[in-house]
C-alpha cells in the first residue's frame, strides 16, 4: 500500500465487541488472484499477537464479499477477499461485519490465555515463560519452559482458572510508555522483555489487580463471561518444555 493512503482507524480497540459498521474503501489492490481493500476504519482485528485475524464480510449494497482474512501493513488493516463479484470501486461507502461467533470465540479463549498464566504461576510458584502459543476458536495451546511435569497440578491450576471467572474481574486495556509499562508488568512478574526496542507505546490488559501483561488483541469486558475453562490435554515436549491445551466455555 502507497505511503499516502491514510492509516486505518482501528474500532476494534475502542469497541471490541462492534460487530457492524460503516467505512469507505481507500485502496483496492488486485494481487496473485486475491483483491487487498483498505478501509478509512474497521473492526476487523488483523493477525496479530497469537490472535488470529477475522472472517466476515463487506456490503456494497446487495453486492458481499468474503474477507477470508486480514493483515496489518504499515498502520492499514488489509482485508483480503479472493473474489469480488460485481464492481466495486476506491470511494465506495461499505457495511462490514465480522463473523462474530468466531471472533466471540477468540475473545474467550485468548482472555482465558491471560488467566491461565496467572493460574500457572500461582501454582508453579514461577512467572511462567511462555516459549509458543496459539489462539483459535476451538482453543488455547501454550508451550511453557518448565522443568518437570505439569500433570499432577493439572486440577489445581483448572481450579484456580476456574475460581477467577467466578471472581468476574474486569478485564482493563490502556496505552501507556514503554518505561512506566516495564513497571507496571513487573508488578504482576511478568516483563517486557520479548517486546521488539521500537515499540515506546505499550498496551497493557490487565485483568484487574491481578495480572497484567502487554498485549494488543481483543478480550472480553470480564472475566466472568467465561462459563468455564477446561483443559483438554498436556504433554511434554521434551527439553524442559510443557505443552498445554485447554478451551473457555461461554457463560
Ligand atoms: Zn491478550
Redesign the pocket.
Known amino acids: 500500500m502507497s505511503e499516502e493512503t491514510p492509516l486505518t482507524h482501528l474500532l476494534y480497540y475502542k469497541d471490541a465487541y462492534l460487530k457492524e459498521f460503516d467505512a469507505k474503501i481507500l485502496k483496492i489492490q488486485n494481487t496473485n488472484e486475491e483483491y487487498h481493500m483498505v478501509l478509512d476504519q474497521t473492526a476487523f482485528y488483523p493477525l496479530g499477537?497469537g490472535q488470529p485475524a477475522d472472517t466476515g464480510i463487506i456490503k456494497k449494497e446487495k453486492r458481499e464479499i468474503k474477507v477470508s482474512d486480514a493483515r496489518m501493513l504499515n498502520g492499514r488493516v488489509i482485508h483480503i477477499a479472493k473474489e469480488v463479484v460485481g464492481e466495486i470501486k476506491e470511494g465506495d461507502h461499505v457495511e462490514g461485519v465480522i463473523d462474530w461467533d468466531r471472533r466471540y470465540a477468540l475473545m474467550l479463549n485468548?482472555t482465558a490465555a491471560?488467566l491461565m498464566s496467572e493460574a500457572l504461576r500461582k501454582v508453579t510458584g514461577l512467572p511462567m515463560k511462555i516459549v509458543g502459543s496459539g489462539i483459535d476458536a476451538e482453543k488455547v495451546r501454550l508451550d511453557l519452559a518448565y522443568d518437570g511435569s505439569l500433570g499432577p497440578a493439572l486440577p489445581q491450576i483448572e481450579k484456580i482458572a476456574n475460581d477467577i471467572i467466578r471472581e468476574n474481574r474486569a478485564v482493563i486495556a490502556k496505552t501507556m510508555p514503554r518505561k512506566i509499562a516495564q513497571r507496571y508488568v513487573e508488578k504482576f512478574h511478568e516483563s517486557l522483555k520479548t517486546l521488539p526496542p521500537r515499540v515506546q507505546e505499550v498496551r497493557i490488559?490487565e485483568i484487574k489487580d491481578l495480572h497484567a501483561c502487554a498485549?494488543g488483541?481483543t478480550?472480553l469486558r470480564n472475566t466472568g463471561e467465561i462459563g468455564a475453562i477446561k483443559i483438554l490435554k498436556r504433554r511434554s515436549k521434551g527439553k524442559g518444555v510443557e505443552r498445554i491445551e485447554f478451551l473457555a466455555q461461554k457463560s
Open positions: 499477537g485468548h491471560h490488559v498485549c488483541g478480550h
